[in-house]
């Protein structure tokens, strides 16, 4: 085991280190398989993670299974199986790590296993399906087409069809697919131009929502109760006049050169934005996460990143930051009772606290109960043929805390999750998003 004697943890805030993705060595394979076995040595000592996902159980099976029972007795190759259970929800590196820099052991496992994917990457490209998956922009404008999105919703809800796609298209029979609606929220929003920004201290009252892929073509409902509950606590709304994919699904393959064109199309529109008065928010976690912190790591030097990175907001960060200026109407006209709420990572990730319950609570006859654990689907890791099984085996304990909260709704900030803890359900009850719920209590 490396380094015994060391101090465990450290008294400093934990400080991520910039990727450094431009750096000769950072796709070197000997460097990189230098420092998983470095890493993974540490990890095998330690194995705090062990229930966080599959990645962790991988490395420790890989270890007790090795003819020295450490990390030196496992094959280089099947390091990559550990990798391949990553899908960065950064869980470890949050809620567990002692040895998260500034630590000397410098440990940044999700960081390190993005590392090895964009190593990966860069020299066995993907598969078609994965490819397919990640690119929601392409997949988005294809299936927004009004005849092809009734036909992928068809074929969606076939089950020879569904059979079809798991053999040839390594789709899970049983995963939850998303739906496309042909009226994308992009194509149906009108902003409402009778209304006047009232900024409070920190907030500057009107905002421009990034659309995300998802809520754009897959539910955008809920970018419509985002609308509806911003304008109806009269802050302005539009958003930006282009829009591509955040780019985190091509973060999770590894692939750093697509998530540096995507950055290139959306920060100069979204930083002209911040530049003339707009905060931005949006409804998907892992997008707003994109922007706070990936993007940032990746383009440390890079000014107008900076500038989105103060500017951009979780809703219920931005709504709870308005009810602390006094700005947030209170006026609810419906309780909503007892609501199971999964805490969603890429949004804990964000340390801005729960905001979501401290908003829903707000709302009086309102109980909010929160089950913080991973929901396992990671956008697209509960899809693929190989993982669906172990994605809902981490979805198990979310889905029995909700079973056991016997709420009168369920929610949870990321609609994917929303989804997995509705298919782990299977009894018909659909989540709602806590935008909708919001919306439902004030009566709007
Ligand atoms: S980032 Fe998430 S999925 Fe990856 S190893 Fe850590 S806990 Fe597991
Ligand atoms: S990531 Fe950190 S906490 Fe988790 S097993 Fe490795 S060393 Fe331990």
Redesign the pocket.
């Known amino acids: 085991m490396a380094g015994s004697g060391h101090r465990e943890g450290s008294l400093e805030a934990p400080t991520r280190h910039p990727l450094n993705w431009k750096d000769s060595t950072f796709h070197d394979e000997d460097d990189l398989f230098a420092e998983l076995e470095r890493v993974y040595d540490i990890c095998h000592g330690c194995r705090r993670?062990v229930s966080?996902?599959?990645?962790?159980p991988t490395l420790f099976d890989l270890v007790d299974e090795s003819d020295t029972m450490e990390v030196d007795g496992v094959a280089k190759d099947d390091y990559w199986k550990v990798v391949d259970?990553?899908?960065?929800?950064?869980?470890?590196?949050l809620t567990k790590c002692p040895y998260v820099p500034p630590h000397e052991w410098n440990v940044d496992?999700?960081h390190l296993?993005l590392r090895a994917k964009a190593v990966h990457f860069k020299k066995h490209g993907t598969s078609v399906r994965n490819r397919m998956l990640s690119n929601t922009d392409l997949v988005g404008r294809i299936g927004s087409i009004p005849v092809i999105s009734q036909g992928i919703n068809a074929a969606n809800n076939s089950k020879p069809v569904r059979k079809l796609m798991q053999a040839v298209g390594g789709v899970h029979s049983e995963a939850t697919l998303p739906r496309f609606e042909s009226n994308t929220f992009r194509k149906h929003f009108q902003a409402n131009d009778s209304l006047q920004a009232d900024p409070g201290e920190r907030t500057r009252g009107k905002v421009a929502i990034f659309a995300t892929c998802y809520c754009n073509v897959n539910e955008p409902h809920i970018n419509d109760d985002l609308v509806a509950v911003l304008e109806h606590n009269r802050i302005p709304v539009t958003m930006a006049p282009k829009e591509r994919c955040c780019g985190m699904p091509k973060l999770e393959l590894g692939d750093l050169e697509a998530v540096a064109r995507a950055k290139d199309v959306n920060i100069p529109q979204l930083a002209k934005l911040v530049d003339e008065g707009w905060d931005i928010v949006g409804a998907v976690p892992s997008c707003v996460l994109m922007f706070k912190q990936e993007l940032p790591l990746m383009f440390p030097d890079d000014e107008d990143v900076r500038k989105v990175q103060e500017a951009i907001y979780d809703p219920f960060e931005y709504l709870m930051l308005r009810h602390r200026e006094g700005k947030l109407r209170t006026d609810f006209n419906q309780t909503l009772g007892k609501v199971a709420y999964h805490v969603a990572?890429h949004q804990r990730v964000q340390k801005i606290g729960m905001k979501t319950r401290d908003v829903l609570q707000l709302i009086p006859k309102t109980e909010v109960v929160p089950v913080e654990r991973?929901s396992g689907h990671?956008g697209t890791y509960a899809v693929k043929k190989e993982f669906h099984e172990i994605s809902m085996k981490i979805a198990r304990p979310v889905v029995n805390r909700v079973k056991e909260a016997h709420a009168d709704h369920y929610t949870s900030d990321c609609p994917m999750a929303g989804h997995q803890i509705e298919n782990g359900l299977r009894d018909g009850s659909k989540p709602e998003h806590p935008l909708s719920l919001l919306r439902k209590a004030y009566g709007i």
């Open positions: 993670c966080l996902c599959n990645a962790f259970h990553c899908y960065l929800c950064d869980l470890c590196y496992f999700p296993m990572c991973c990671d």
